[in-house]
């Protein structure tokens, strides 16, 4: 297993300390980790952060990126995407598809309980059924260049994602689709991260190590709730042997919680 972190994380750290993102990059590349996760758009309209990172001897591990499959025709944002990642060696891109009504997902949450009242609901939404086109559409694209598709549980409730049952249905309905394991967002909607595991562990292609503080604040891994170490030992078990991935948004002092999360993960894969 190796370790990355959302590249947001190094753009905070240098808002809230000042330091220039190179030192920032160094320190990162310093505390073992090897790669970094980063938003489409912001990429696209930063090409210069390419040689910051390779300057860095940093990689990408995953190419990230919100769409509006909901409601509109993506396959141009896409290609764009799936042409992007193998542009820059990344051989995962992560879809957030796009999201229900309020309305909507407060009734897929009263169904989310059942897997079979929850797939005759998304099987007759007509939202889901386009999010699962484009997903499938990013698949298809994305098999042709060489890169794997993944969702994950987002800790938004109007995601038909942020419950595992709904992404088992994603996952069941869109034919070559994978699942990025987000170790902290199922306690956002008082599901069990370790059953969720049970339930996916079949399709994970990549994984995001986030811990919750108090009132799911985030802190550096290891310091929360999260059973993360014992996931990660899960993750072994199974032969996962890809990218975690640091993820603490909006933590106070980001470059102490990059290098206190890379301490802990690093010393759990080592056991």
């Keep these: 297993m190796r370790l990355s972190v959302f590249y947001d994380h190094i753009l905070q750290a240098e808002s809230q300390s000042g330091n220039p993102i190179e030192e920032?990059?160094?320190?990162?590349?310093?505390?073992?980790?090897?790669a970094v996760e980063i938003r489409l758009e912001y990429l696209l309209e930063h090409e210069e952060t390419l040689e910051f990172l390779k300057r860095a001897g940093l990689g990408l591990s995953c190419i990230y990126e919100f769409y509006d499959m909901d409601s509109k025709d993506e396959i141009e944002k896409i290609h764009k995407h799936i042409e992007t990642a193998a542009r820059v060696h990344a051989d995962k891109v992560l879809v957030v598809p796009g999201f229900l009504s309020k309305e909507e997902a407060e009734e897929m949450w009263e169904l989310s309980r059942s897997y079979e009242r929850l797939e005759d609901y998304f099987n007759k939404n007509t939202k889901v059924q386009l999010m699962a086109k484009g997903l499938q559409d990013c698949v298809r694209i994305g098999q042709e260049a060489g890169i794997t598709v993944t969702v994950e549980d987002f800790d938004d409730i109007k995601s038909p994602l942020s419950c595992m049952k709904g992404i088992?249905?994603?996952?069941?309905?869109?034919?070559?689709?994978?699942?990025?394991?987000?170790?902290?967002?199922f306690i956002y909607h008082g599901e069990?991260?370790?059953?969720?595991?049970?339930?996916?562990?079949?399709?994970?292609?990549?994984?995001?190590?986030?811990?919750?503080?108090?009132?799911?604040?985030?802190?550096?891994?290891?310091?929360?709730?999260?059973?993360?170490?014992?996931?990660?030992?899960k993750l072994k078990a199974a032969g996962y042997d890809e990218y975690l991935?640091?993820?603490h948004f909006d933590a106070p002092q980001q470059e102490k919680c990059m290098k206190r999360s890379a301490e802990f993960l690093l010393n759990v894969i080592k056991k």
């Design 168 to 185: 088992l249905w994603f996952l069941e309905n869109v034919q070559g689709l994978r699942y990025t394991l987000d170790m902290g967002n």
């Design 192 to 233: 069990d991260v370790l059953e969720a595991w049970e339930l996916l562990k079949g399709k994970v292609s990549h994984v995001h190590c986030k811990d919750r503080g108090e009132n799911f604040s985030s802190v550096a891994a290891g310091e929360g709730s999260i059973p993360i170490a014992l996931l990660v030992e």
């Design 245 to 247: 991935a640091i993820e």
């Design 24 to 34: 920032l990059l160094s320190g990162v590349k310093a505390a073992g980790i090897e």
